[in-house]
């Protein structure tokens, strides 16, 4: 028997933390692609999954990624 996984409509880009729309709180999110959109797909115990638009230009959000440099110390 061959079991065939529904396909998701979207690519997996990276994981990162955001904040839960309701209660601000942190939570996991999956950066994903649909179409030439990218989103935050996240889940919060309390107020559940919830989607988040971050970027209507997915080239444009990947090519940014090039220019993001780990954080410095203040002096």
């Known amino acids: 028997?061959?079991?065939v996984r529904?396909?998701?409509g979207y690519s997996?880009?990276?994981?990162?933390?955001?904040l839960c729309e309701t209660c601000?709180?942190?939570v996991?999110?999956?950066?994903?692609?649909e179409g030439d959109d990218v989103f935050y797909l996240k889940r919060c115990g309390e107020h559940g999954a919830q989607k988040t638009l971050i970027a209507?230009?997915?080239a444009?959000?990947?090519s940014c990624k090039d220019f993001i440099k780990?954080?410095?110390l203040p002096l």
């Open 1 to 3: 028997m061959n079991f």
């Open 6 to 8: 529904p396909s998701k």
């Open 12 to 18: 997996f880009y990276g994981q990162t933390t955001s």
């Open 24 to 26: 601000l709180r942190l």
């Open 28 to 33: 996991p999110a999956k950066i994903v692609i």
């Open 56 to 58: 209507s230009d997915a």
């Open 60 to 62: 444009y959000y990947r």
């Open 70 to 72: 780990p954080g410095d």
